[in-house]
């Protein structure tokens, strides 16, 4: 089975030159023969500090490997392989050697618990898993043997060590692989949403839209010859994809990955190696304020940040430029959608800090009434936002009640948000279609409180979530991480609030401090959790 893009789409996106016939196997290739002790990637495992440096000549080597590995363990052309890796080489190396060996890989994060994991394996029919010795601290041959005990289709299992790759344990066990390899065009990765409640989605990838993603980015941020990337989030998810696996590649930039974020260890990379362009969701980059904050280092090698995926609060976006002198750049878009807005260097320090960006003319955005679904493009009120263009996704695998609600009946790809868009074409979130709090029938954004809290000087993280009531429905519940060595209070938060002139139906009415925020597989807050613990301290 083939999946790719419409062909209508194809032959135009490659008219226009969004897309090309390049893939990231040949880039890799290219640059094993030009540039072969270069490094690739400075990965950093888990509880250490110091940089290993796999060059593109190694990345390259590992990459045949496992394509040989996953031929001569007799999978066929377009079957697919579940890779459960942590950030590092070796996840990259094994998503181009599926890529070169014709089979589509199913990303799944390092984090990702056995249930997850049970259901991407099902959901997707994976045959085979590809990991390293070992998968959160115990042998992969366990997890192996727990996923077949629970009737996945798993028959074999490519394990990538030190030494070599494996097949069911044996080595040497590797096949021809020339004339497999999938396109630019051809879904070629499956990974999961990064979604707060229930089991999640598949998404299905082409190369070719994240690499045109990267050319966004690469222009957003005037992209030189000799950037050093730092790419924060995991791979398998849609954000470490460009960030982390295509940008590098496509620019030939040594890239820092971690197997595990760390606040004092990333900002010791970015010194030591140099790094100019950094890419973190929210509160990764919030970390690392506070951590700089303790002890700085020189961070003057850093010219720009992209975050997003999530609300970004201003006055620390505002911090955060002010410490290191960076420009603080956005895309607003989905794992799905890719971007439909993004921040320039360009922009004002006003738009790029208070705005998700200028829409993309070739997103084709539109704005639909959420309520009823009509098209309200061009009218000053807030709007579901949907899409069409070179960087949407093919949609979900194995999932048409998803799908259903993934499009409009016509065809557009829509966000789980409410924005609106200025006449000069600059988008602003309002808040999530489904992360208002309706509190007395008022529709509360659990972004914008969020957004207020944090700028509380002994706040460094903060999540806003409905408490059940029965009077009002919903009252605003707020889940805090203080500052070491303050004392956070719900009055003293309030106080703050009024000071700065926030409207009253906004103010949070019950306040759990905590150590830290969950987090889902793809690093987000978990707000399930966190509204499952709100309701089960009301009963």
Request: proline content about 5%; charged content about 20%.
């Given at each position: 089975m083939t999946f790719c893009a419409d062909a209508a789409d194809i032959d135009a996106f490659h008219a226009a030159g969004w897309w090309d016939d390049v893939t990231i196997s040949a880039r890799v290739a290219q640059l094993a023969a030009s540039r072969p002790g270069d490094a690739a990637y400075l990965s950093v495992a888990a509880g250490a500090t110091a940089a290993t440096v796999t060059t593109w000549a190694r990345y390259d080597e590992l990459a045949d490997a496992v394509a040989g590995a996953i031929s001569g363990?007799?999978?066929?052309?377009?079957?697919?392989?579940?890779?459960?890796?942590?950030?590092?080489?070796?996840?990259?190396?094994?998503?181009?050697?599926?890529?070169?060996?014709?089979?589509?890989?199913?990303?799944?994060?390092?984090?990702?618990?056995?249930?997850?994991?049970?259901?991407l394996v099902s959901l997707t029919g994976a045959r085979a898993l590809c990991t390293l010795d070992a998968v959160r601290g115990r042998p992969a041959t366990e997890l192996r043997d727990a996923l077949a005990g629970a009737g996945a289709a798993i028959d074999r299992h490519v394990v990538i060590s030190p030494d070599g790759v494996t097949v069911d344990g044996v080595r040497g066990v590797a096949a021809p692989f020339a004339g497999r390899a999938l396109g630019p065009d051809e879904l070629f990765l499956l990974n999961s949403t990064s979604g707060t409640t229930g089991l999640p989605k598949c998404v299905m990838h082409t190369q070719n839209r994240w690499k045109y993603f990267h050319q966004l980015a690469a222009a957003a941020g005037e992209f030189g010859d000799d950037e050093a990337l730092f790419g924060a989030v995991p791979a398998p998810f849609g954000f470490g994809l460009w960030t982390a696996h295509f940008t590098p590649a496509l620019l030939g930039a040594p890239t820092v990955v971690m197997e595990r974020f760390d606040a004092d260890t990333a900002l010791d990379l970015i010194a030591a190696h140099r790094v100019t362009v950094l890419c973190c969701v929210t509160t990764q980059f919030i970390m690392m304020l506070n951590a700089q904050a303790a002890r700085p280092r020189d961070l003057s090698s850093l010219r720009s940040m992209f975050t997003g995926g999530e609300n970004v609060p201003d006055e620390r976006a505002a911090e955060f430029e002010q410490?290191?002198?960076?420009?603080?750049?956005?895309?607003?878009?989905?794992?799905?959608?890719?971007?439909?807005?993004?921040?320039?260097?360009?922009?004002?320090?006003?738009?790029?800090?208070?705005?998700?960006?200028?829409?993309?003319?070739?997103?084709?955005?539109?704005?639909?009434?959420p309520a009823t679904g009509v098209d309200i493009t061009g009218s000053s009120e807030p709007g579901q936002?949907?899409?069409?263009?070179?960087?949407?996704?093919?949609?979900?695998?194995?999932d048409e009640e998803a799908n259903a609600k993934l499009y409009t009946p016509d065809g557009w790809m829509l966000m789980g948000d409410i924005v609106t868009i200025d006449p000069e074409g600059y988008l602003r979130v309002v808040g999530r279609v489904s992360d208002f709090i309706i509190r007395g029938g008022k529709n509360i954004s659990a972004p914008a409180v969020e957004d207020e809290v944090g700028t509380h000087p002994d706040v460094t993280m903060v999540a806003a979530v409905p408490m059940p009531d029965p009077v009002f429905g919903e009252r605003v519940c707020i889940y805090v991480v203080a500052r070491e060595g303050a004392t956070v209070t719900l009055e003293r938060i309030v106080e703050h609030l009024t000071a700065r002139g926030v409207s009253k139906e906004w103010f949070p009415e019950y306040l759990v401090v905590v150590d830290d925020l969950p987090r889902s597989s793809g690093g987000k807050v978990a707000k399930g959790e966190l509204t499952d613990d709100a309701r089960r301290r009301v009963r």
């Open positions: 363990a007799g999978l066929a052309p377009g079957d697919r392989i579940a890779v459960v890796i942590p950030d590092g080489p070796e996840v990259h190396a094994a998503l181009v050697g599926a890529e070169r060996a014709g089979v589509v890989a199913v990303g799944i994060g390092a984090r990702a618990g056995d249930r997850e994991l049970r259901h410490t290191t002198g960076a420009r603080v750049l956005q895309f607003y878009g989905s794992n799905e959608t890719g971007a439909l807005s993004c921040t320039t260097t360009v922009d004002t320090r006003e738009r790029r800090l208070s705005t998700a960006g200028r829409v993309i003319d070739e997103m084709h955005v539109r704005l639909f009434d936002p949907g899409c069409k263009g070179p960087a949407t996704c093919l949609g979900y695998w194995g």
